[in-house]
T-cell receptor, first 112, second 114 residues
Framework: AQSVAQPEDQVNVAEGNPLTVKCTYS??????LFWYVQYPNRGLQFLLK??????LVKGSYGFEAEFNKSQTSFHLKKPSALVSDSALYFC??????????FGTGTRLQVFP | DSGVTQTPKHLITATGQRVTLRCSPR?????VYWYQQSLDQGLQFLIQ???????AKGNILERFSAQQFPDLHSELNLSSLELGDSALYFC?????????????FGQGTRLTVV
């Protein structure tokens, strides 16, 4: 079965600094990987996805993610964090072409 | 706005009761997914429907059931409610089940069982 792991419950970063939220995956076959963000009392919002092609994927709000096949990772990155980026971030993998399987989530806290 | 509408936004009910959560997918999306988000279990996939047919089942209790109607809206029925069923229930939709299709999420229904 496909799965993703987010090893950090929380990531703290100062505003203006680069941020990384980690995700590793375990899949059979080609992975379809996604990042979603959840703001308080809101649904999940799509940030970006990796299907195939360029290992560096650019997404919404200045976020990008790097697909690394040898390390089975799909880390989310942003060059300069904003306080407004503070939220809960979920990595996900498509399972069997259908449902999304989510990681446990990483809470990002950006301090002014 | 994702285009996915869930009603009601909040629901408070007593143990043993039955509730129905409703989801209207984005226009044209054939696939509907239901997820449960709780503090201890994270985001758990419950069930998926595609064009009216059940497509995949996850960690859905026997007390829970769902269906997708001809107009593609979906309902999640939760019965014999327990305190532990208190959670945020999300509906998501996507255009198809192709691996790369992104899912759009509604804002969720917060269920509180007292």
């Amino acid at each position: 079965a496909q799965s993703v792991a987010q090893p950090e419950d929380q990531v703290n970063v100062a505003e203006g600094n680069p941020l990384t939220v980690k995700c590793t995956y375990s899949v059979s076959g080609n992975p379809y990987l996604f990042w979603y963000v959840q703001y308080p009392n809101r649904g999940l919002q799509f940030l970006l996805k990796y299907i195939t092609g360029d290992n560096l994927v650019k997404g919404s709000y200045g976020f990008e993610a790097e697909f690394n096949k040898s390390q089975t990772s799909f880390h989310l990155k942003k060059p300069s964090a904003l306080v407004s980026d503070s939220a809960l971030y979920f990595c996900a993998v498509r399972d069997g072409g259908d449902k999304l399987i989510f990681g446990t989530g990483t809470r990002l806290q950006v301090f002014p | 706005d994702s285009g996915v509408t869930q009603t009601p936004k909040h629901l408070i009910t007593a143990t043993g009761q039955r509730v129905t959560l409703r989801c209207s997918p984005r226009s044209g999306d054939l696939s509907v997914y239901w997820y449960q988000q709780s503090l201890d279990q994270g985001l758990q996939f419950l069930i998926q429907y595609y064009n009216g047919e059940e497509r995949a089942k996850g960690n859905i209790l026997e007390r829970f059931s769902a269906q997708q109607f001809p107009d593609l809206h979906s309902e999640l029925n939760l019965s014999s409610l327990e305190l532990g069923d208190s959670a945020l229930y999300f509906c998501a939709s996507s255009a198809d089940t192709v691996g790369g299709a992104r899912a759009f999420f509604g804002q969720g229904t917060r269920l509180t069982v007292v």
